[in-house]
């Protein structure tokens, strides 16, 4: 027969008992988070070309202008043209360069609005994190989309023309998809700084 002190006993470390098990299965998934992060890091610092000084120079130039020719390669890095070529031709089937493109002006085409929007899962399982995929690649409004850490799972940046059209997306095509659950939406005043192309001149 159990005495009162005991039951006492009991009724204060339970609660204890039960948090430090919350906090020690809390740790384990962070843990898990880490380690998985880790691998992430290193699979990526694994993919990592090794580049040498002209190969960067060369991609610097390319940067700036896609449509430089080897010869005008060979006047800008100090490289003869079949050294360039040689050069060129590497880099791209080793998918450094992965292509070339036109850099548009979106406010000449009419798309005048830019604008982030931030958005939560419904579910948080890799189904519905897939269907949400599938959902930005038919969307052309979809300039760029990042999966994150943190409280939202999703940053876009997304071009419309206007507000009905930027209404007519986040009502229309976000909220009603079955994989989203909350939408919140920031309009761009000013763009302080674009992208201009990655950081290679300063690995020389």
Same mark, same amino acid.
């Given at each position: 027969?159990?005495?009162?002190?005991? =039951?006492?006993?009991?009724? %204060?470390?339970?609660?204890?008992?039960?948090?430090?098990?919350?906090?020690?299965?809390? +740790? &384990?998934?962070?843990? @898990?988070?880490?380690?998985?992060?880790?691998?992430?890091?290193?699979?990526?610092?694994?993919?990592? &070309?090794?580049?040498?000084?002209? @190969?960067?120079?060369?991609?610097?130039?390319?940067?700036?202008?896609?449509? %430089?020719?080897?010869?005008?390669?060979?006047?800008?890095?100090?490289?003869?043209?079949?050294?360039?070529?040689?050069?060129?031709?590497?880099?791209?089937?080793?998918?450094?360069?992965?292509?070339?493109?036109?850099?548009?002006?979106?406010?000449?085409?009419?798309? =005048?609005?830019?604008?982030?929007?931030?958005?939560?899962?419904?579910?948080?399982?890799?189904?519905?994190?897939?269907? +949400?995929?599938?959902?930005?690649?038919?969307?052309?409004?979809?300039?760029?989309? +990042?999966?994150?850490?943190?409280? &939202? @799972?999703?940053?876009?940046?997304?071009?419309?023309?206007?507000?009905?059209?930027?209404?007519?997306?986040?009502?229309?095509?976000?909220?009603?998809?079955?994989?989203?659950?909350?939408?919140?939406?920031?309009?761009? %005043?000013?763009?302080?700084?674009? +992208?201009?192309?990655?950081?290679?001149?300063?690995?020389?």
């Amino acid at each position: 027969m159990k005495s009162p002190l005991t =039951g006492i006993i009991q009724f %204060l470390i339970n609660p204890i008992v039960r948090q430090t098990t919350r906090k020690v299965h809390a +740790f &384990m998934v962070d843990s @898990d988070y880490l380690m998985h992060t880790s691998c992430m890091v290193h699979q990526n610092s694994a993919d990592i &070309m090794q580049l040498d000084k002209l @190969d960067l120079k060369l991609l610097a130039e390319l940067q700036k202008d896609g449509r %430089l020719t080897n010869n005008d390669l060979s006047e800008r890095i100090g490289l003869s043209a079949s050294q360039c070529s040689r050069r060129r031709a590497r880099l791209e089937d080793d998918k450094v360069i992965r292509g070339y493109r036109a850099d548009i002006d979106r406010q000449k085409m009419g798309l =005048g609005l830019l604008v982030v929007i931030s958005v939560t899962l419904a579910t948080h399982n890799r189904d519905n994190a897939k269907r +949400f995929a599938r959902l930005l690649a038919g969307l052309p409004e979809v300039l760029e989309a +990042f999966s994150l850490t943190g409280e &939202m @799972d999703y940053h876009l940046k997304v071009a419309t023309r206007d507000l009905a059209a930027l209404s007519h997306f986040v009502n229309e095509v976000l909220l009603p998809h079955d994989s989203v659950q909350h939408v919140k939406t920031s309009i761009v %005043l000013n763009v302080l700084k674009d +992208f201009e192309g990655l950081a290679v001149g300063a690995q020389t």
